[in-house]
């Protein structure tokens, strides 16, 4: 409880420990020169497409109230105010799911009782105290209590946006056989024969964006094309296909009625529907003094819920593995967002908060940047000692200096840090030329350590861009409505490798007598360590707990409370579990890291296959965004590899002894 007796002392030192580095946040993109353009156009893409698909959704929700301007914009301007004024400008910042669905419920309410003219005034209030909310808990240091939210709520969380997001493509799906709300039956598109059309085309649209999206999100790994080809597909592959089916939507037979498929609809930023939006603070005097303090309910779980959401993106923006430099500022981040939550209120806009997975994906985009510009001089200098004949040990010496040259650390650090790589090289002056000569490249490739550039530019301009997209709001509008449909089922399905919730409900269904497939690849580490029956019980407790969840989320207008569970799981975790699972299993299954075990065979074979797989030469072309995406799950996250267990260690379900049969 010391954190309550010293207010604003996390926010004190969070801003002095950024300003000694806030100058050269901008001063060090010189050193990347264009290349900075890339990972700013990847991350545009990441976020602006999901901003616009929940735009659409919350247009549908609130009857046109709100649109993919309002959220576009409000992304726009909490973007370009955290990357110039925040604490970690690495994390990217959006309108995500959780507001949609808390301004879904503030609607009805709104339209069940003051109007619906009053909405945006109402909702101006609710961020009014949920900004007051977040300044008190950056006040009070509450961040420090983040790291009690552990993975089983984080991976809880996220599956519950995701069966949210099937949710709402089926619902769209539905939708496309029905007649949308408002417009005039007797229209020729909504004859039955065109709506049934209308139906199956959005079937068709929807399903081929989310099959062609998933498959070039692996495209790193496609045996064919180049690897500049195979990255431009992975890392562009899915608005490029929101492009394809939004033309191929234009192929449709011209005896066809205008309208079909069905497309977005949004009023333009220069209509009055939309300029309405920045004089909405006048009306907030018509609010009745009954609702303005009834308005404080939902600002409680909103910031919870954006308390819980932004701190937790920042984590995954900042995890160890990336060995940042700069140091972190939750709670000055939290009163910024307070800031940015006011402001967006009282312009009638939805607010933005961190969001997943866009902020490790800039992370580890920038992550790449720096690699390929030290292993490009690291690669040089090592060649020119070569070909001067220079030994091992000076070649290693060379890309030591370039290290520091590029880094500016202490040569203390930088010794830890390239233990691995000058292993790997002085190696060779033990072997000799026994296997083969040296190959500094694909040394390099594999002992560099990770290292970010990092800077506030691509976020500034990452945001700039999506603000320059709501002047391109007539070209979104071609989006036909079913491939946004897609893209939702996209991000639910894309969402779940990487969650160990996921992958225990699949472990589930796999039958005894086949487990060992599990163990021969890389795997989990608590397949190996933890019992089956507490792998069971532990999920099944999840799967229940997610089920509420859900079900919360139904319930008319009390379903805003759907957060209150997630900090309920607070004390669960720390007075229930450990009642109901001996300790060290509840460590595995509930781990603060991903800790994937490469592999094994458990069926014998031949020791010549064997040795020829330990001798397989590795993929010269590939690169090194490649590596990190096996490294990273789809949330962000950076797995901590180990080799498996020895024979006297290894079990795989002591309770099941036909395990290995």
């Not at 003219?117 to 950056?138: D, G, K, N, Q």
């Not at 312009?347 to 994906?361: A, H, T």
């Not at 990770?450 to 320059?468: A, K, P």
């Amino acid at each position: 409880m010391d954190h309550l007796k010293t207010p604003f002392k996390g926010v004190s030192n969070d801003v002095k420990g950024r300003l000694a580095c806030y100058k050269k946040d901008w001063l060090d993109t010189c050193g990347s020169g264009a290349r900075i353009l890339a990972p700013t156009a990847y991350i545009f893409f990441a976020s602006a497409l999901p901003v616009i698909a929940f735009g659409e959704q919350l247009s549908r929700e609130t009857d046109g109230s709100l649109g993919p301007v309002e959220t576009l914009v409000s992304t726009a301007i909490c973007g370009v105010i955290h990357a110039v004024l925040g604490g970690q400008p690495l994390m990217i910042l959006g309108v995500a799911e959780p507001t949609i669905i808390m301004y879904t419920y503030l609607y009805n309410f709104a339209k069940s009782s003051i109007g619906k003219e009053l909405y945006l005034a109402w909702s101006a209030w609710v961020c009014v105290w949920t900004a007051l909310f977040l300044f008190l808990l950056a006040a009070f240091n509450a961040c420090t209590i983040i790291t009690r939210f552990t993975r089983v709520a984080g991976e809880l969380f996220g599956m519950l946006i995701c069966v949210l997001f099937i949710q709402e493509a089926i619902k769209g799906v539905v939708s496309e056989f029905h007649i949308p709300k408002g417009e005039n039956g007797s229209k020729e598109q909504f004859q039955f024969q065109w709506l049934y059309t209308n139906g199956l085309l959005s079937i068709i649209f929807s399903f081929g964006v989310l099959i062609t999206a998933l498959k070039s999100r692996e495209a790193r790994s496609w045996r064919y094309g180049t690897g500049t080809f195979r990255s431009f597909i992975a890392d562009y592959g899915v608005p490029l296909m929101i492009v394809v089916w939004t033309a191929l939507s234009y192929s449709v037979p011209s005896n066809i009625p205008s309208g079909l498929p069905r497309r977005l609809i949004s009023a333009l930023p220069w209509e009055s529907e939309s300029l309405y939006h920045w004089t909405v603070v006048k009306d907030m005097g018509k609010v009745s003094v009954g609702y303005i303090f009834a308005a404080i309910i939902p600002a409680v779980m909103i910031a919870g819920l954006y308390f819980f959401d932004h701190s937790v993106a920042s984590q995954m923006a900042q995890q160890k593995e990336f060995n940042l430099k700069n140091p972190s500022a939750y709670h000055y981040d939290i009163l910024l967002l307070g800031f940015m939550t006011l402001l967006c209120g009282l312009l009638g806009l939805p607010p933005s908060n961190g969001v997943l997975p866009q902020s490790p994906m800039h992370t580890r985009s920038l992550a790449v940047l720096k690699k390929q510009l030290i292993r490009r001089k690291m690669v040089k200098r090592a060649k020119e000692g070569m070909k001067q004949q220079a030994s091992h040990s000076e070649i290693y010496g060379r890309m030591h200096e370039v290290f520091i040259e590029m880094e500016s650390a202490p040569s203390q650090t930088v010794e830890k840090e390239l233990a691995n790589l000058k292993e790997a090289v002085l190696k060779h002056d033990d072997e000799g030329e026994a296997n083969g000569q040296f190959d500094p490249e694909r040394c390099i490739d594999m002992h560099l350590p990770v290292r970010v550039n990092e800077q506030r530019v691509s976020n500034f301009l990452q945001s700039i861009l999506v603000g320059l997209a709501v002047c391109t709001m007539p070209v979104i509008k071609m989006i036909p409505t079913c491939v946004l449909w897609g893209y939702f089922a996209y991000m639910a399905i894309d969402s779940l490798p990487g969650n160990q919730f996921w992958e225990r409900i699949l472990l589930i269904f796999v039958p005894p007598r086949r487990r060992f497939k599990v163990i021969e690849e890389f795997h989990a580490s608590f397949v190996e360590t933890v019992p089956f029956k507490y792998i069971f019980m532990f999920t099944a407790f999840q799967f229940a707990y997610l089920l509420m969840c859900f079900g919360i989320t139904w319930i008319p207008i009390a379903g805003i409370l759907f957060p209150l569970p997630f900090f309920l799981l607070i004390s669960i975790r720390e007075h229930v579990l450990p009642k109901m699972f001996p300790p060290q299993h509840l460590q595995e299954l509930d781990a603060a890291e991903y800790e994937e075990i490469e592999g094994r065979p458990v069926r014998a074979r031949g020791q010549s296959q064997r040795d020829d797989e330990s001798t397989a030469d590795v993929d010269e072309d590939e690169d090194s965004a490649e590596i990190l995406d096996e490294m990273t799950t789809r949330r962000g996250e950076i797995k901590r590899r180990s080799m498996s267990f020895n024979d006297k260690q290894f079990q795989v379900f002591p309770d099941e002894p036909g395990a290995h049969s």
